[in-house]
């Protein structure tokens, strides 16, 4: 199934709600949950993060993940999902892009917060080529929930 795009509810919900729990699958089937930050970028669900990270041996194994996007009260939004993971030499850049989305209410437009700090664009990119984040995008063939 391909996906045709979010629609205008849904993506309103994505671009106020960052939170969300990411689900991938072990080796043997069982669920692998975490707590993770996603934005719209470009019309692209994506998420950050580390190539350390055990989700990520599940993900180069078995694509699929399911998240669950959360605010408070009992909205939700479920998106199953198959996911890419972009981690060249360009997911620096794209991790200043998602964190614009997700910081986009700071009142300086040129400050990013990471790791509790303030940091210039330039000090983020550094940041996330020492870290060598990476960028989940999610490709959802189905989504659902109350939103």
Do not use: C
Not at 68 to 91: M, N, W
């Amino acid at each position: 199934m391909t996906f045709s795009g979010y629609s205008d509810k849904e993506r309103a919900f994505l671009d106020r709600t960052h939170s969300a729990a990411m689900i991938t699958l072990r080796a043997d089937g069982t669920p692998h949950a975490v707590r993770v930050g996603v934005a719209l970028v470009d019309d692209k669900l994506w998420s950050s993060g580390v190539p350390g990270r055990v989700r990520n041996r599940h993900l180069r194994r078995d694509p699929r993940s399911t998240l669950f996007v959360f605010e408070q009260g009992y909205g939700h939004l479920t998106i199953e999902s198959r996911v890419t993971i972009l981690d060249g030499p360009e997911a620096a850049e794209y991790n200043l892009r998602l964190f614009d989305v997700m910081q986009s209410a700071r009142p300086d437009k040129n400050v990013l917060m990471w790791n509790g700090q303030p940091k210039t664009r330039e000090e983020f990119l550094a940041a996330m080529h020492q870290e060598q984040r990476l960028i989940y995008e999610f490709e959802p063939p189905r989504l659902y929930g109350m939103y």
